[in-house]
């Protein structure tokens, strides 16, 4: 079974589509995030949940 950790984001309703667009891709491109939940309020606000797999150094002798 994977394993992962997990990271939560809010990003305001003042935030562009683009804008939110650009913070996801720069978490996916340099720390290797990938998206586990969207939530769009009505209000506007973001609340994405990302997740990583963990990878775990096995020792080889």
Known sequence: MAEYTY???SLPRGITRDTA???LTE???RDGWEIDRLRLY???RR???LRR???RA???F
């Open 42 to 44: 009505p209000d506007g």
């Open 27 to 29: 978490h996916a491109e």
């Open 47 to 49: 609340r994405i949940q």
């Open 58 to 60: 096995v020792r080889t």
């Open 21 to 23: 667009r650009q913070i």
């Open 7 to 9: 990271l939560v984001l």
């Open 53 to 55: 797999k963990v990878i």
